[in-house]
């Protein structure tokens, strides 16, 4: 993961379907974002900028320092820059085990009363921030300790090594575990469901492409290929006549990992229908949808956007919206819409664009390519609004603090 923002710099990685490792990463990275920028952090896109150290940006950098059996280390340093003020480095080592799903600190690697030992045979005189242990693949405990304590220049660290025998005796019950499995190859979760790729749209700017009307024989394929091209995430509101037409275009949709939500069965106002018909609308075309890919949609888009406290009431699903209107449908041209998408996007934005004219498809590689220029990780919906809960009948047109956008959360 990158982040290049106006207030923060850098790099760190996550596991897919490690979910608390995650949740520990991102928590120690929003704690510093909150810090150095004396708010609730805001992600901000901006071009991607060569990176500039000197810059007076929070850096951040993450690693995976170990992985080894049911056991994976990862390492978070930030930094506030040299010019704030000297100590600002803060820096968490989370220990994650993929047989229990918890985390745990990696001062838990080490039995305390012999805390005094390892100082010994680390050689150091000052008291070791335990937060940085890992084994090397025979079993050798390797620190992390800043060369001086404190203040810590960003960036002056050496690394100690303790023999894996000598160690043995210091460790904890997990700490020997651990080191048991350095020489294994790293047994990664077993996904409870469909694994999304984490993101944390708090952190990084996130933008969510969607696609409303489809499938079209014509048109649709096309577009999956494009977006598996880029990298990208998108978000299909497929029409249930359409998706029972053409159901190998919604499967392939939902086995590349894209999200297919509902949009109604033949495209009516349901602002016009009864609560009988509007049920019926949303069913059949669930249906029709799990028919075809094996899962049920758990989003809903009306159509035209129509909502009002009938059609709240009966679609029993998380209403979808857009905080992004291309208008690609109207002007069906791409010197009118790109800039449209580009002048209306912001961070945590969902943007509406069909996928059943070709106006449209032929041009999404450059709609894409600007979004992603322009700093956009481009996700689906559930990734956009991962950890805010969607509750069925609550409209839904963005994310964060923009207008009739949804914050997460406490932030
Ligand atoms: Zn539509």
Known sequence: MKLQSPKASGSWAYVDGATSFNAAIDKQLLAALDKYTGAPYQPAAGPAQPANPGSAKLSVQGSLTHAGGNFLIGRLRTSTPTGKGPGNTVETTVVYNSGTGATVSSAELI???HLGQLMEAAQSSAPLPLTDLAF???GNLTLTVPNSAPPLADTEYRTLTVPSATARPWLSELGRSVQDGAALPWKPPTPEAKALRHI????VACAALTYDDGPSQGTTPRLLTMLEQAGAGATFFAVGGAANYSPQIVKAENDAGFTVGDHSWNHPDLRKLSPAAIVDQIQRTNKAIKAASGEAPTLM?????????????NVEMPIILWSVD???WLTRDPAKYIPAIMNQVSPGAIILEHDIHATTVDHQPEVISNLQRAGYNLVTVPQ???GIDLEPGQVFSCRGHGKDCTPSPGR
Do not use: E, K
């Open 111 to 113: 039995v305390p009363a």
């Open 136 to 138: 090397d693949g025979a």
């Open 200 to 203: 944390n749209c708090d952190i």
């Open 301 to 313: 888009r009306p159509p035209f956007g129509g909502v009002n406290q009938v059609v709240r009431a």
């Open 326 to 328: 291309s208008q690609d």
């Open 384 to 386: 956009l609004f991962s």
